[in-house]
């Protein structure tokens, strides 16, 4: 869908630049940083808009097809084919960077029960030392892919709203019920909680396969203002209210988020398109997984082993670690991508892998280049 992967890559940036502001001001979430600076600290909902573009994402093809999953085996051999290739290839680099040079995290070094855990992408479920702080939302997405075909039944079955309801329900009653109405986020177990969001990007793909009508409807102007309620709360209450209470916010986001995706796939508002369709923006996206894989551990190695050797902390290390770090981690991510990733995109099987390897760039026939790749709608 034209425009989704530039919404992609500016997920990807934001969240590279959230990292950069993290490990620069401490005291999160109550910021030190300058008050114009501010609006880098949500990287969470960065996040969270990732699981609603993936649930979207994910959902165009049934959505076309009648909500059909085309068969939960291989829906779930194509998402591993697709997701733990690179995801693998960067645990290893997380383990290297965090023995040798920088930690990933307070609870220590990794350990054998890190590469087990992480390895079987089990990390929202076990607990074990991070070698890379960014890889917990791996687990949650993985999760999700387990459910993602029982969505689809019920979707086909019993309908949009029955979809919503079956997922919200439960997690709205739990976040009711918990102490102090606003559940505390540990360091796993959020599969549940962003379930719904990942249902709110299945439900509006429906949209792409809906009459003329219906995807004629100012979807933009619905996401705007889903939006500005959640918005105008954050900013009554404060940047410090709004992390502490993500359970409620990012059930809150999500209906604006998937209106705003289902307005970019319906072409519209037309400015918005084009300007997510311009070359940057679509080479950004191309590998933002990549960049989401790699990106922590060189943004800390910057700040932590680097910028203490020229420059003083706070503003001037931020600035230091945006005019190395942020390129730095964007070359790198290409660089991956192309050894790591896109193969794996391209191709569907090792034998594709193998015969066409040297036909094209990226492992890619050339006889191909005009013809959309198998599966283009469910790339992450």
């Given at each position: 869908?034209?425009?989704?992967?530039?919404?992609?890559g500016l997920?990807?940036?934001?969240?590279?630049?959230?990292?950069?502001?993290l490990?620069?001001?401490p005291?999160?979430?109550?910021?030190?940083?300058?008050?114009?600076?501010?609006?880098?600290?949500?990287g969470?909902?960065?996040?969270?808009?990732?699981?609603?573009?993936?649930?979207?994402?994910?959902?165009i093809?049934?959505?076309?097809?009648g909500?059909?999953?085309?068969?939960?085996?291989?829906?779930?051999?194509r998402?591993?084919w697709?997701?733990l290739?690179?995801?693998?290839?960067?645990?290893?680099?997380?383990?290297?960077?965090s023995?040798?040079?920088v930690?990933?995290?307070?609870?220590g070094?990794p350990?054998?029960?890190?590469v087990?855990?992480?390895?079987?992408?089990?990390?929202?479920?076990?607990?074990?030392?991070?070698?890379?702080?960014?890889?917990?939302?791996i687990?949650?997405?993985?999760?999700?892919?387990?459910?993602?075909?029982?969505?689809?039944?019920?979707?086909?079955?019993w309908?949009?709203?029955?979809?919503?309801?079956?997922?919200?329900?439960?997690?709205?009653a739990y976040?009711?019920t918990?102490?102090?109405?606003?559940p505390?986020?540990?360091?796993?177990?959020?599969?549940?909680?962003?379930?719904?969001?990942?249902?709110a990007?299945?439900?509006?793909?429906?949209?792409?396969?809906?009459?003329?009508?219906?995807?004629?409807l100012?979807?933009a102007?619905?996401?705007?203002?889903?939006?500005?309620?959640?918005?105008?709360?954050?900013?009554?209450?404060?940047?410090?209210?709004?992390?502490?209470?993500?359970?409620?916010?990012?059930?809150?986001?999500?209906?604006?988020?998937?209106?705003l995706?289902?307005?970019?796939?319906?072409?519209?508002?037309a400015v918005?398109?084009r300007?997510?369709?311009?070359r940057p923006l679509?080479?950004?996206g191309?590998?933002?997984y990549?960049?989401?894989l790699?990106h922590?551990?060189?943004?800390?190695?910057v700040?932590?082993r680097?910028?203490?050797?020229?420059?003083?902390?706070?503003?001037?290390t931020f600035?230091f670690t945006?005019a190395?770090?942020v390129?730095?981690?964007?070359?790198?991510?290409?660089?991956?991508a192309?050894?790591?990733e896109?193969?794996?995109?391209?191709?569907?099987?090792?034998?594709?892998?193998?015969i066409?390897?040297?036909?094209?760039p990226?492992?890619?026939?050339?006889?191909?280049?005009?013809?959309?790749?198998?599966?283009?709608?469910?790339?992450i």
């Amino acid at each position: 869908m034209r425009g989704l992967d530039g919404l992609r890559g500016l997920a990807a940036l934001y969240v590279v630049l959230f990292h950069c502001w993290l490990y620069t001001f401490p005291g999160y979430p109550r910021s030190t940083a300058p008050r114009w600076l501010e609006a880098l600290m949500f990287g969470r909902l960065a996040v969270v808009f990732f699981l609603v573009l993936s649930g979207f994402s994910l959902a165009i093809a049934p959505a076309r097809k009648g909500w059909s999953s085309g068969g939960v085996g291989r829906f779930l051999r194509r998402r591993a084919w697709r997701i733990l290739p690179p995801y693998w290839a960067a645990l290893v680099m997380s383990l290297v960077f965090s023995w040798f040079v920088v930690p990933a995290s307070h609870f220590g070094p990794p350990t054998g029960a890190t590469v087990l855990v992480y390895g079987l992408v089990a990390q929202d479920v076990i607990t074990a030392p991070t070698p890379n702080g960014a890889f917990w939302s791996i687990g949650v997405e993985s999760e999700l892919y387990l459910l993602f075909p029982l969505l689809l039944l019920v979707r086909r079955r019993w309908g949009a709203v029955a979809t919503v309801a079956c997922v919200a329900l439960p997690v709205i009653a739990y976040g009711l019920t918990a102490p102090g109405a606003s559940p505390v986020e540990g360091g796993g177990g959020l599969a549940p909680h962003l379930a719904p969001v990942f249902v709110a990007g299945v439900v509006g793909a429906g949209v792409v396969a809906a009459s003329d009508r219906v995807r004629r409807l100012p979807w933009a102007w619905f996401a705007v203002l889903a939006a500005v309620p959640v918005v105008l709360l954050g900013l009554a209450r404060g940047s410090v209210w709004t992390v502490n209470h993500y359970f409620w916010v990012d059930l809150a986001v999500a209906p604006a988020m998937a209106m705003l995706l289902a307005a970019v796939a319906t072409g519209r508002p037309a400015v918005l398109v084009r300007l997510l369709t311009t070359r940057p923006l679509r080479a950004l996206g191309d590998f933002s997984y990549s960049l989401y894989l790699i990106h922590l551990p060189i943004v800390m190695a910057v700040i932590r082993r680097v910028a203490p050797h020229f420059v003083a902390p706070g503003l001037p290390t931020f600035g230091f670690t945006l005019a190395v770090a942020v390129p730095v981690s964007v070359a790198g991510a290409w660089v991956f991508a192309k050894i790591f990733e896109l193969p794996f995109k391209r191709n569907r099987s090792w034998k594709s892998l193998v015969i066409v390897g040297g036909s094209g760039p990226l492992g890619r026939n050339p006889r191909d280049r005009q013809r959309p790749y198998e599966g283009e709608a469910e790339r992450i």
